[in-house]
């Protein structure tokens, strides 16, 4: 038996501690027994309803750091014992330029990490970075894989360019704000408080601005000298701005909207001053051996924001619904 957070279909009570049976791997799995999760914004909105396909008595949580304690096959024999991490998404298709119809994330589609054990295909693995903690290792896959794919399978990041990563203090945006300033780019910031500007230089960023201020483009404009690449996981009616940050020839990639749609779009501007809009979701197996690889020659650690038992992973939860958090929410799952 274990402990896991189970995803109800009752809307006064969706997350529920229970005990239930612990996984068998079938061929091709590992049981992982989990040490650390992270919360990322998908669990927040799935637990509110606010996702398509929802499958309820399922487990959520898409991160983990966990040591591998069965296999099915002798094949993955070399996996025991071992500590890793799992590349979240699976069955991403055929073209490094989208995901296939078949796609998936781990957490609710398939049971996650948000209990004692959890099932991954063995493909799926990869050695925890040895200088993160479990805590620290738990924290990168979802939201490191985004920021990578955003920032340089998408972006083209290029050294010495200017960079605007919009809610800095998000778990997405702390990572591109990382990796950012790692490939040499000059960061600024859009974030909701003096004090997670702060936070945001101490990263690596070279300034900031308030988002909810009037006319914040202009005194990022006057403080970054314009800017080349901005990756948002906003959306809402700061794209605009954003837009207007941007130097003619200059890139936004959007990998999220919280805000939803902007009511208004200067479209003049996208075509006068040659802009480039893209999207961008998760990433590839290839974007996550290079995400892992980049991290581990950077010695890039994650910010976290706070750890909590997985007793009062509910917490957590509120802590996302009121964007308190700067950088990610752990859980620490005890044996
Ligand atoms: N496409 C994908 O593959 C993918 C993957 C992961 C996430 N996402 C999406 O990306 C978004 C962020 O995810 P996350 O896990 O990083 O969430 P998160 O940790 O909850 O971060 C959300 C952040 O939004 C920021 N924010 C709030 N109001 C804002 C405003 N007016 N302007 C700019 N930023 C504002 C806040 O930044 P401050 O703390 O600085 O105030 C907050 O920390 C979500 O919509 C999520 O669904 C998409």
Request: with cysteine; charged share 20%; aromatic share 8%.
């Amino acid at each position: 038996m274990m402990k896991a957070l189970i995803l109800t279909n009752d809307r006064s009570n969706p997350l529920e501690l229970r005990e239930v049976e612990a996984p068998v791997p079938a061929p091709g799995q590992v049981r992982l027994r989990v040490k650390a999760a992270a919360l990322n914004r998908r669990d927040y909105y799935i637990s509110r309803g606010q996702y398509a396909a929802i499958r309820y008595d399922s487990i959520q949580g898409s991160d983990v750091c966990g040591i591998v304690d069965a296999v099915a096959s002798d094949a993955d024999a070399a996996w025991l014992g071992r500590r890793v991490v799992i590349d979240p998404g699976f069955n991403w298709g055929a073209s490094e330029k989208y995901q296939g119809g078949d796609y998936g994330i781990t957490g609710m589609q398939r049971d996650g990490s948000f209990a004692q054990y959890m099932l991954a295909d063995s493909t799926s693995l990869y050695a925890a970075p040895e200088h993160l903690d479990d805590i620290e290792a738990a924290a990168l896959p979802l939201a490191g894989v985004t920021a990578y794919r955003a920032l340089f399978s998408r972006g083209q990041l290029k050294e010495g360019e200017s960079v605007l990563v919009s809610g800095a203090g998000g778990g997405v945006a702390q990572f591109i704000l990382q990796f950012a300033a790692a490939h040499g780019a000059r960061v600024y910031v859009t974030t909701g408080t003096e004090e997670k500007i702060e936070y945001a230089m101490a990263s690596g960023a070279a300034g900031g601005v308030l988002y909810h201020a009037d006319n914040w483009s202009a005194e990022l404009r006057g403080m970054s000298g314009g800017i080349d690449l901005a990756v948002d996981g906003a959306g809402g009616n700061g794209i605009d701005s954003i837009l207007r940050s941007l130097n003619p020839g200059g890139r936004l990639v959007m990998y999220g909207s919280t805000l939803g749609r902007p009511e208004g779009l200067d479209t003049h501007r996208i075509f006068w001053r040659q802009l480039n809009i893209m999207g961008s979701t998760m990433g590839s197996p290839r974007d996550f051996a290079a995400m892992i690889e980049f991290v581990q020659h950077h010695k890039i650690k994650p910010v976290i924001d706070s750890v909590r038992p997985l007793t009062s992973i509910l917490e957590a939860y509120e802590r996302m619904r009121t964007n308190a958090q700067f950088g990610k929410l752990a859980i620490r799952i005890e044996d």
